[in-house]
T-cell receptor, first 112, second 112 residues
Framework: NAGVMQNPRHLVRRRGQEARLRCSPM?????VYWYRQLPEEGLKFMVY????????ESGMPKERFSAEFPKEGPSILRIQQVVRGDSAAYFC??????????FGPGTRLTVL | RKEVEQDPGPFNVPEGATVAFNCTYS??????FFWYRQDCRKEPKLLMS?????NEDGRFTAQLNRASQYISLLIRDSKLSDSATYLC?????????????WGLGTSLAVNP
């Protein structure tokens, strides 16, 4: 049973480009959480999704950021028109139905 | 009171020392609690779950005090490899919203 997978592991974008981050949950997990971690700071919750539904997006910036978890395929965190302040590590975590979350290795986004 | 609050540290201790971290939470309805460990630039990993009064796993002991709304983590006989950030986590418990509330973490450095 493969763990939570995220790709790419490292992503470099220029200001104004789009970034797409993918998260493949562990088998059987239908809950996905996205977190952002800035250098030297704690984890910040962004969004919580179940299959095809956004349950809580209270941590998502109102503009440029969106997330989806389609019926088939990975969850996608999309950042449009990236700015330097978007540079961070983005982690996804998944769970079957309980509270214990399993994390992917993260995607490190660098905006030049 | 903040939803989840931890002393950020850093705690600097010698090898073999015993060290304890406290975490306070505001939601008195919370039933389960977690301690995660995060190494530098890596994803958080579950260290212990606490569902009743406490839990023990080798050198690690977690205790829950519901009356005072705090959870503690005790590490005995500290090893160099215990150096990490320790994150206290409390479920939101709001209907079908299974979001977790994360503390900012307590940094531990075990010195030779």
């Amino acid at each position: 049973n493969a763990g939570v997978m995220q790709n790419p592991r490292h992503l470099v974008r220029r200001r104004g480009q789009e970034a797409r981050l993918r998260c493949s949950p562990m088998k059987g997990h239908s809950h996905v959480y996205w977190y952002r971690q800035l250098p030297e700071e704690g984890l910040k919750f962004m969004v919580y999704l179940q299959k095809e539904n956004i349950i809580d997006e209270s941590g998502m910036p109102k503009e440029r950021f969106s997330a989806e978890f389609p019926k088939e395929g990975p969850s996608i965190l999309r950042i449009q028109q990236v700015v330097r302040g978007d540079s961070a590590a983005y982690f996804c975590a998944t769970t079957e139905s309980g509270d214990e979350q399993f994390f992917g290795p993260g995607t490190r986004l660098t905006v030049l | 009171r903040k939803e989840v609050e931890q002393d950020p540290g850093p705690f600097n201790v010698p090898e073999g020392a015993t060290v304890a971290f406290n975490c306070t939470y505001s939601n008195s309805a919370s039933q389960s609690f977690f301690w995660y460990r995060q190494d530098c630039r890596k994803e958080p990993k579950l260290l212990m779950s606490v569902y009743s009064s406490g839990n023990e796993d080798g050198r690690f002991t977690a205790q829950l005090n519901r009356a005072s709304q705090y959870i503690s983590l005790l590490i005995r006989d500290s090893k160099l490899s215990d150096s990490a950030t320790y994150l206290c986590v409390v479920p939101l418990n709001a209907g079908n919203n299974r979001k977790l509330i994360w503390g900012l973490g307590t940094s531990l450095a075990v010195n030779p």
